[in-house]
C-alpha cells in the first residue's frame, strides 16, 4: 500500500463490517443458535447425572454454567475469521488500507454480539434451573457480562493463529483454554463468595481489568497473527 | 506507480520466481506471463502487499489498489447487492452507484439472488464489479479471463481499456490463453526458480 493513500473513513469501515457480520449470522441462524443450544443441553445433563439435590447443584452452579460458557464459545470461535480467510475477503481487508487491528476489532464485537450476548441473557435461566440463590444470580450475569468479551478477545488470537490449519478447531481448544483458566477461576469465585455472603467486589474487579487488558491489547496479536496466517 | 526492484520471494527458503524488476507507469499495462505454477499468483500476492518480499524493493505510489484474486472475496449468504454494498462501504472512498456497476458488469438480472446460486462467470463478474466500485488507481488481476464467456472477456477487456485511457494502472497475470490488447502492454515473462 502507497503510504502517503489514506482509505475511506475507519468509523464507515467498522460499522460496515458489523453490519454485514450481523447480516450473515442471521442468515446462518442455525450456525448462530447451535452454541446456545449446546450451552442449555450441557447445562440440563447435570441434574440428570448428579442427582437433583438442590444444595448440591446450587454448590457446583457458577462452576458448571462457566464451563459450559467456556465450551460454547470455543465452538463458535472458529467462525471468526475462517470464511472471511478462505474466500479472500481476508486479503481484501489487507489491501484496502485500513488497519488490521480495527477490523479484528469489529469481527471480534459482533462475534460477542452473537456468541456471547445470548450466553449472558440466558444466564438468569441457567442459574435458576441450577437453583442459584437469587442473591448471586445477579453477580453470575454481572461476571458473564464481564467475562465473556474477554473469552472472544482472547479466542481471536489462538483463531489467527490456527486459522491456515485445515483441522484448526482442535489445536485451537488446546491453545485456548489454558489461557480461559484464570477467568473461569475469578468468574467462579465472585459468584461463591457472593452465595456464602462474603465480599466479591475484589473478583468483579479483576475481571474488568482482564475487560480492559484484553480489549487494547488482543486485537493488535490477533491482527499480528491474521498476519502470519496469511503469509 | 508501482516500482518493484529485484524483488524476490521465497517459501520455505527456496525461491518461488527469479528476480522481478519493473516501474509500472501510468496508463500503462504489464502483462504477467508464464507457465503454470511459476509464480504469477505469488507475485501478485507480493505485490499486493498481502506477502512480504523476501529480498528487493516495492515502491507502491498509487492511490488506491484493487485487487482480483482466484478467491473472489464473495459472501454466498448475501446477495450480489449486497456484497457490493458493502465492500462499497467498507473501503469508504468516494465511490460510484452499486445499481450501475452492476448492470454494467451484465448482472441486473440476478442482482437480488444470494450469491451462492451463481454460476462461477457470474461470480467472477461480481468480483470484477469491485475494480468499478471505488477509485482506483492500480489494479491488479489475477487471471481475470478465467470462468468467463466470450461476453466476459469482452467486458473485461473494455473495463481495462477506459481504466487505462483514464490514466490508471494494471497489472495482469495470465496463463497466456487470451491477451488484452492494449497499445501501452509491457510483457512481462515470469520465470519459476532462483536467479539464472
Not at chain 1, 5 to 20: C, E, M
Amino acid at each position: 500500500m502507497n503510504p502517503e493513500y489514506t482509505a475511506g473513513s475507519l468509523s464507515g469501515a467498522f460499522a460496515a463490517l458489523v453490519r454485514r457480520d450481523l447480516l450473515l449470522a442471521f442468515r446462518r441462524r442455525t450456525e448462530l443458535l447451535f452454541p446456545v443450544i449446546f450451552l442449555l443441553v450441557v447445562i440440563s445433563l447435570f441434574p440428570l447425572g448428579i442427582g437433583p439435590s438442590p444444595q448440591l447443584l446450587a454448590r457446583i452452579a457458577p462452576g458448571v454454567i462457566w464451563i459450559a460458557a467456556l465450551l460454547a464459545t470455543v465452538i463458535s470461535l472458529d467462525a471468526l475469521f475462517r470464511s472471511d480467510f478462505e474466500d479472500g475477503t481476508l486479503e481484501q481487508f489487507v489491501i484496502s488500507g485500513h488497519p488490521l487491528t480495527l477490523i479484528a476489532l469489529a469481527k471480534i464485537a459482533t462475534h460477542w454480539l452473537v456468541a456471547g450476548l445470548p450466553i449472558v441473557l440466558l444466564s438468569p435461566l441457567l442459574a435458576l434451573w441450577m437453583n442459584l440463590p437469587l442473591e448471586s444470580l445477579s453477580v453470575m450475569v454481572v461476571t458473564l457480562a464481564l467475562g465473556t468479551p474477554i473469552l472472544s478477545l482472547i479466542g481471536s488470537i489462538g483463531v489467527g493463529l490456527t486459522i491456515s490449519l485445515k483441522r484448526g478447531g482442535q489445536l485451537l481448544s488446546l491453545l485456548v483454554f489454558p489461557l480461559y483458566v484464570p477467568i473461569l477461576i475469578i468468574a467462579t469465585a465472585a459468584v461463591m463468595a457472593a452465595s456464602d455472603g462474603l465480599p466479591y467486589v475484589q473478583f468483579l474487579g479483576l475481571l474488568t481489568a482482564g475487560l480492559i487488558t484484553s480489549v487494547t491489547l488482543a486485537p493488535f496479536a490477533a491482527a499480528a497473527a491474521l498476519k502470519i496466517s496469511l503469509s | 506507480m508501482l516500482s518493484a526492484s529485484q524483488i524476490s520471494f521465497e517459501r520455505y527458503f527456496a525461491p518461488v520466481f527469479q528476480p522481478v524488476s519493473f516501474d509500472l507507469e501510468a496508463g500503462r499495462l504489464l502483462l504477467i506471463t508464464g507457465a503454470n505454477g511459476c509464480g504469477k499468483t505469488t507475485l501478485i500476492r507480493v505485490l499486493a502487499g498481502i506477502l512480504h518480499p523476501t529480498s528487493g524493493k516495492l515502491e507502491n505510489r498509487a492511490h488506491g489498489m484493487a485487487y482480483v484474486g482466484h478467491y473472489l472475496a464473495i459472501k454466498d449468504d448475501l446477495s450480489v447487492i449486497e456484497n457490493l454494498r458493502f465492500m462499497r462501504d467498507f473501503i469508504g472512498t468516494s465511490a460510484r452507484d452499486v445499481d450501475d456497476v452492476i448492470g454494467e458488469v451484465g448482472l441486473g438480472r440476478v442482482a437480488e439472488q444470494l450469491a451462492r446460486t451463481l454460476s462461477a462467470g457470474q461470480r467472477k463478474r461480481c468480483a470484477l464489479a469491485r475494480l468499478l466500485l471505488t477509485e482506483n488507481e492500480l489494479w491488479l488481476l489475477d487471471e481475470p479471463y478465467s470462468n468467463l464467456d466470450q461476453e466476459g472477456v469482452e467486458l473485461v477487456d473494455s473495463m481495462l481499456n477506459r481504466h487505462l485511457e483514464d490514466g490508471g494502472g494494471c497489472i495482469l497475470a495470465t496463463h497466456g490463453a487470451h491477451r488484452p490488447a492494449w497499445r501501452g502492454t509491457h510483457d512481462f515473462h515470469l520465470v519459476s526458480g532462483a536467479a539464472a
